[in-house]
């Protein structure tokens, strides 16, 4: 059973950062790629980034390219998520999700399994 477990959510100013983390668990043949997605009050649920566990290549979104980088911590199962330079776009609930789907994958349908989110609030 596929477990991931995101934190790290707060409330942060614009221009702020943040670094979320998602915590993995369970049979890792089943989430070759952890993507971050994030939905705001109304929206569709949206691509951040994505990873690819073994051979690390990531996918991110142009809106957070050059402001938003993924690390990992192998000994802890747990990636995370260096938010910089924050935006009031940037609120949402944020999401882990996992698959075995390609890194470069970026609709939520082609993530199977998902953490219960975090929310990030950017106050002006």
């Known amino acids: 059973q596929v477990q991931l477990v995101e934190s790290g959510g707060v409330l942060v100013q614009v221009g702020g950062s943040l670094r979320l983390s998602c915590a993995a668990s369970?049979?890792?043949?089943?989430?070759?790629?952890l993507g971050w997605f994030r939905q705001a009050p109304g929206m569709a649920r949206g691509f951040v980034e994505a990873?690819?566990?073994?051979?690390?290549?990531?996918n991110y979104a142009d809106s957070v390219k050059g402001r938003f980088t993924i690390s990992r911590d192998n000994a802890k199962n747990t990636v995370y998520l260096q938010m910089n330079d924050l935006t009031p776009e940037d609120a949402a609930v944020y999401y882990c999700?996992?698959?075995?789907?390609?890194?470069?994958?970026?609709?939520?349908?082609?993530?199977?399994?998902w953490g219960q989110g975090t929310q990030v609030t950017v106050s002006s």
């Open positions: 999700a996992a698959s075995n789907t390609n890194w470069r994958a970026t609709s939520p349908n082609e993530y199977r399994y």
């Open positions: 369970g049979c890792s043949f089943a989430m070759s790629t």
């Open positions: 990873f690819n566990w073994s051979g690390g290549d990531t």
